[in-house]
């Protein structure tokens, strides 16, 4: 069915295309006449300039509108704990009407200059057709209306959690196709080497990268460390990696969201979800899990007597206290290094991305405390 001005309607069918009114009668549209050269189908023209005549194939390429795309992460964390599998999707969201068959298609990573502009998203009014039966009384309608059978529904019931599964973890072996990257510039292309139908208001998945066996590194983390304050800050559990092909990665990632999953009695348990950065050939991957309720870190502020409070060098007490079962690496942030200076520390700080750093292991259901004194220059 489609929507004709001021409201009307027009039916499309396999006979073509017919107005609906009240009469009953078929009202199929006649037009006069046909512009001279109007083709059957929409047609695109070009005009050239060619010494000679000839025959070309021509592929027309173009940016459209309504789209987006984004990469979509499944890390699988292997039962050894020190390796997973990291499997990513290009998922291709069509906003737009208009259905793209049988299409050859690339999604284009990074930060690529945009100008915005605004397009108005296509818009109806209300269709109502209201035809009034001949021959038939008010009250007759009304009658005929209350007898009319009303056939209601309900959900069907799910007996248990284990009926449907949110996510599908793929394999490498249940893979059809992978996306190939290429370089665009500053940017990355990754191209669909197979044509493929984007339909209108609709998604489509095409994998584009798996790596088995990856080794990544788990340690915690907390927020930084605010001085001058007593405090208990959380700490989150963070999966580490190197995208290099040595370390079984060496392709640019772009910007996403992560899935991280942890091998289970039946079948993989989702622990995490995660945002994932640009991460280009070298650099380091992270992937931030959940909260540990087992890690916890405690701040306790110290003055030194003797000195007015104002400008008293501040002792400071941080202590990482771990109830797992086995030892855990933690990197905390301290302070930045614009920031308040640290005259001494009883562990070796490390300068990283601006922020002085404790690097530490804390043994299994134990503690580690770390102590500093900061002078405001």
Known sequence: MRSGPQGAVVLETAEGFEALRCSGLPETMIYPGVPEGLPARPTLSVRTRATRAASAQVTLSYLASGFDWQANYIA?????????????????????????????????????????????????????????????????????????????????????LQSVSPVTVVGAQD???????????????????????????SQKQVAMLSREDVPFERFYRSDPVPYGERETLPMVAVYRMRNTEREGLGLALPLGRAAIFAAGAARPVLIAEASVDDTAIGEELELEGGFSPQMTLEIEPVIEEGA???????????????????????????????GPRVARSSERLVQHEGMLWWRDTVPANGTATLTYVLVSD
């Not at 007490?317 to 933690?330: D, G, K, L, W, Y």
Request: proline share 10%; aromatic share 6%; net charge negative.
């Open 76 to 160: 699988t964390i292997d039962p050894d704990g020190e390796t997973l599998d990291l499997f990513a999707w290009v998922t291709l969201a069509n906003g737009d009407p208009t259905s793209f068959p049988d299409a050859t298609t690339a999604a284009v990573a990074g930060r690529p200059n945009r100008v915005a502009t605004w397009v108005s998203p296509p818009s109806g009014g209300p269709i109502r057709l209201q035809c009034w039966p001949h021959g038939v009384d008010f009250y007759t309608l009304q009658r005929e209306r209350a007898e009319e059978l009303v056939v209601t529904g309900s959900r069907v019931q799910r007996p248990n």
């Open 308 to 338: 007015a409070e104002d400008d008293a060098p501040i002792l400071m007490r941080v202590t990482v206290s771990n109830a797992r079962p086995e030892r855990a690496r933690i990197e905390i942030p301290i302070v930045p290094v614009a």
């Open 175 to 201: 893979i059809a196709m992978e996306a190939v990257q290429e370089d665009i510039g500053d940017l990355k292309l990754y191209r669909i080497p197979e044509r493929v139908t984007v339909a209108a208001q």
